[in-house]
């Protein structure tokens, strides 16, 4: 099994950009034949998919989120990172990291990380 944690600010000013780290342990990222995917739940929404990045660096982007959205790695520190830029306070969620099937689906989540996005 494999755990993931989600590392990043809990609260960010109107028009500024998001990052979040997702660090790895007990799988490896760039070897491991899987998708490493970032998603949000807004506040009495469902979950939503921003994007996902594979283990060969190949990124993939929400077509509502892909053009404020970037997604990398740092493959040395077993982590991978998202980037949300020009954030608005419709962009407050709790965002997880996750693993990705071959399916598609995801099997191994983070715990999730509350962010708001206020003046």
């Known amino acids: 099994q494999i755990q993931l944690q989600e590392s990043g600010p809990g609260l960010v000013k109107p028009s500024q950009s998001l990052s979040l780290v997702c660090t790895v342990h007990?799988?490896?990222?760039?070897?491991?034949?899987?998708?490493w995917g970032w998603i949000r739940q807004a506040p009495g929404k469902g979950l939503e998919w921003i994007a996902c990045?594979?283990?060969?660096?190949?990124?993939y982007y929400s077509p509502s989120l892909g053009s404020r959205t970037s997604v990398s790695r740092d493959t040395a520190k077993n982590q991978f990172t998202l980037q949300l830029n020009s954030v608005t306070p419709e962009d407050t969620a709790v965002y997880y990291c996750?693993?990705?099937?071959?399916?598609?689906?995801?099997?191994?989540w983070g715990q999730g990380t509350r962010v708001t996005v206020s003046s």
């Open positions: 990045i594979d283990y060969s660096g190949r990124a």
């Open positions: 996750a693993r990705g099937a071959p399916t598609s689906e995801f099997d191994y």
């Open positions: 007990g799988g490896s990222i760039a070897t491991d034949y899987f998708y």
